[in-house]
């Protein structure tokens, strides 16, 4: 497990430390030219290269499955946590809890608590780490988790719930069909797919499996910077909660479920390690967007961040 480890820390570490250091002296701009470039280029590309490899077995099937009973299970987990935190308040009285008391009776914080609580960025993070702690032969499940999320959990539960705590909007529906058919992995993953019986010339072939290693480089870059820009230190106390949900309570107990429902070696590591993920940063841009608070999502992104070195080790070690 120690190589597995280092080979999975290594990258994360490394990069991610350079974006924090290396955003002091670049453009504010290029941060999100870098995450708009890997979002309609690079992440689109790898998962059309890793469709084109990956081996879809029946079984597979079980992935999406597994990736929406883990959303609804987060977002039960976040919602019944709501509840208790609302009663303690009622019961001590929201003065000693002035935080977490905030979080009641706020509904943009109550938005952003769930939110923090069930998206994770399986795509970024969890595609440039994943793919190095399992065998090639199942690279699938975890396309076809993170898919599912961007799909489901992102442009599906997450505009809802978005809408629902945050500025109502008569279009939202119109606004979630959209985003959901303009999603880039989703038609990579559809075209990596269909074109498995056509073989590329060898210098696409090469050049499509090498450029995995130039998008996890700069998607753990991107990480980094973002990292570097987060304003959300002051509430990192409101931000303990959701990052133990989302990062301990959801991927333990989607190991076990899977363990009960028969799942073993890779497929269960992988959906475990992918429900596990930090906190994704599309919930900085769904608050932006539907004016929830952005402060406890941003804690929560820096929080599950620094929580993953400790908890990887874990699963390995649990579900390996």
């Given at each position: 497990m120690a190589e597995l480890l280092l080979n999975a820390y290594t990258p994360l570490i490394v990069w991610t430390g350079l974006g924090v250091v290396l955003f002091r002296f670049l453009p504010d701009i290029l941060p999100r030219l870098i995450g708009r470039?890997?979002?309609?280029?690079?992440?689109?590309?790898?998962?059309?290269?890793?469709?084109?490899?990956?081996?879809?077995?029946?079984?597979?099937?079980?992935?999406?499955?597994?990736?929406?009973?883990?959303?609804?299970?987060?977002?039960?987990?976040?919602?019944?946590?709501?509840?208790?935190?609302?009663?303690?308040?009622?019961?001590?009285?929201?003065?000693?809890?002035?935080?977490?008391?905030?979080?009641?009776?706020?509904?943009?914080?109550?938005?952003?608590?769930?939110?923090?609580?069930?998206?994770?960025?399986?795509?970024?993070?969890?595609?440039?780490?994943?793919?190095?702690?399992?065998?090639?032969?199942?690279?699938?499940?975890?396309?076809?988790?993170s898919v599912t999320q961007n799909i489901f959990g992102t442009y599906g539960l997450g505009v809802l719930l978005a809408s629902y705590y945050g500025r109502q909007s008569g279009n939202y529906l119109i606004l979630q069909i959209r985003d959901v058919l303009t999603?880039?992995?989703?038609?990579?993953?559809?075209?990596?797919?269909?074109?498995?019986?056509?073989?590329?010339?060898?210098?696409?072939?090469?050049?499509?499996?090498?450029?995995?290693?130039?998008?996890?480089?700069?998607?753990?870059?991107?990480?980094?910077?973002?990292?570097?820009?987060?304003?959300?230190?002051?509430?990192?106390?409101?931000?303990?909660?959701?990052?133990?949900?989302?990062?301990a309570v959801l991927p333990a107990c989607i190991g076990l479920i899977t363990t009960l429902a028969g799942l073993r070696g890779d497929p269960r590591l992988t959906i475990v390690l992918m429900s596990g993920m930090p906190t994704a940063f599309a919930g900085l841009i769904l608050a932006e967007e539907y004016e929830l608070n952005r402060d406890l999502i941003a804690s929560s992104i820096a929080l599950s961040s620094v929580a993953l070195l400790l908890t990887l080790p874990i699963w390995l070690a649990v579900f390996g």
């Open positions: 470039t890997l979002y309609w280029v690079g992440i689109p590309v790898m998962i059309f290269s890793l469709a084109r490899r990956a081996n879809f077995s029946s079984e597979v099937g079980l992935a999406p499955l597994m990736t929406v009973g883990a959303i609804l299970l987060g977002f039960i987990g976040a919602w019944l946590s709501l509840q208790g935190i609302r009663a303690l308040a009622t019961r001590r009285g929201s003065e000693e809890l002035p935080l977490l008391g905030q979080v009641i009776f706020d509904r943009d914080r109550q938005g952003s608590f769930i939110l923090s609580s069930v998206l994770g960025n399986t795509g970024f993070v969890g595609l440039a780490i994943v793919p190095s702690l399992i065998a090639n032969a199942n690279l699938s499940w975890a396309i076809l988790y999603v880039p992995s989703l038609w990579a993953f559809t075209l990596g797919y269909l074109t498995r019986p056509l073989p590329f010339i060898p210098v696409v072939e090469v050049g499509l499996q090498r450029s995995i290693w130039v998008v996890i480089p700069t998607a753990l870059l991107l990480m980094g910077m973002r990292l570097s820009q987060l304003q959300g230190w002051r509430s990192l106390q409101a931000a303990i909660l959701p990052t133990l949900l989302k990062m």
